[in-house]
Structures are given as C-alpha cells and as structure tokens.
C-alpha cells in the first residue's frame, strides 16, 4: 500500500489550495483519513480527519476555512484550503487506516506535500 499526496506549492495569503492523498495496493478497506501538518522547528499537528461515514473533525485554527472530503470509490482523501493565511505553512501528511490483503488495520502515511504562504 501506497499513499501518494499533492497539491502543494506557493500561494498568497488569502488564496485557496486543493491536496489530495491518492492510495493504491491491495487495499481490502479503508477506515479514518486525515490530514497533518508541520511547520518548521514545530510538532506534526492534525489539520483536519474524516472517518469512513464521513463525519468530519477541525482543528481551531482552520474551521470554517478548509474543507476535508473523500472520495471512497478512488481511494482518495482531499483538502480544500481557503482564506490561507502564513500560519497555515508547513509540510502537510495524508493518514489513511487500511486494511490490506497482507496486514490488518495500519495507519499509513503519504509523503507530505509543502504549502508555502506568502503575507
């Protein structure tokens, strides 16, 4: 099993970003999906999750401005980021709860994919 997380790069402060976390393998099911984050010298801190019946969570910080989605027939966990301010920087993580055909439930991580914020 593979995650594979995008959608990062450069935007102004004020603009809009969309990440998405792409799994592939031999995925029997996938349970809790969520995002992370980490801004440099800081600890990894959750963004946002969505469980498998799509009730979703927020950290403060972002509710109201990011939007965490999934699409289950893909695989695919999305987070639409609006109103970006500075402090949404960092180096962002997709976390995936999979069952394969060769483990049970393990939580699987992509790559991590940068969000720069320019003020």
């Known amino acids: 099993v593979q995650l594979q997380a995008s959608g990062g790069g450069l935007v102004q402060a004020g603009g809009s970003l969309r990440l998405s976390c792409a799994a592939s393998g031999t995925i029997v099911s996938i349970n809790a999906m969520g995002w992370y984050r980490q801004a440099p010298g800081k600890q990894r801190e959750l963004v946002a999750s969505i469980t498998d019946s799509g009730s979703t969570n927020y950290a403060d910080s972002v509710k109201g401005r990011f939007t965490i989605s999934r699409d289950n027939a893909k695989n695919t966990l999305y987070l639409q980021m609006n109103s970006l301010k500075p402090e949404d920087a960092g180096d962002y993580y997709c976390?995936?709860?999979?069952?394969?055909?060769?483990?049970?439930?393990?939580?699987?991580w992509g790559q991590g994919t940068q969000v720069t914020v320019s003020s």
């Open positions: 976390v995936m709860e999979i069952t394969s055909w060769a483990t049970a439930e393990s939580d699987y």
